[in-house]
């Protein structure tokens, strides 16, 4: 069965900082495309950010880039987002996704969704 469980969303201030995390279980994240989309209300759902099988190759949403770094500990199977520079802007439902079969680019898609965290920023 696979699973993917997003911690860490909340509530933090404009120019702030949170770190997202996502446990896998039922699989080997190393094994797919992981990564993370967000919905919020009145917008279309978007990609932030990716990370191949490998590990070599990213990529983020120009709205994210030089703000948000993804990164995976593999001994753990975990998937993490670290998000800077926070803008009201960026509140939304995170969720971290997987895929066997996409490539990391800007046309990446994910058939695994985890149950999404919230993240607010707002003062």
């Known amino acids: 069965q696979v699973q993917l469980v997003e911690s860490g969303g909340g509530l933090v201030q404009p120019g702030g900082s949170l770190r997202l995390s996502c446990a896998a279980s039922?699989?080997?994240?190393?094994?797919?495309?992981i990564g993370w989309f967000r919905q919020a209300p009145g917008k279309e759902r978007e990609g932030v950010s990716c990370?191949?099988?490998?590990?070599?190759?990213?990529y983020y949403a120009d709205s994210v880039k030089g703000r948000f770094t993804i990164s995976r500990d593999s001994a753990k199977n975990t998937l993490y987002l670290q998000m800077n520079s926070l803008k009201p802007e960026d509140t939304a439902v995170y969720y971290c996704?997987?895929?066997?079969?996409?490539?990391?680019?800007?046309?990446?898609?994910?058939?695994?969704w985890g149950q999404g965290t919230q993240v607010t920023v707002s003062s």
């Open positions: 039922g699989f080997t994240l190393d094994d797919y495309v």
């Open positions: 990370i191949s099988r490998s590990g070599s190759r990213t």
């Open positions: 996704t997987a895929d066997p079969v996409t490539r990391c680019r800007s046309n990446w898609y994910a058939d695994y």
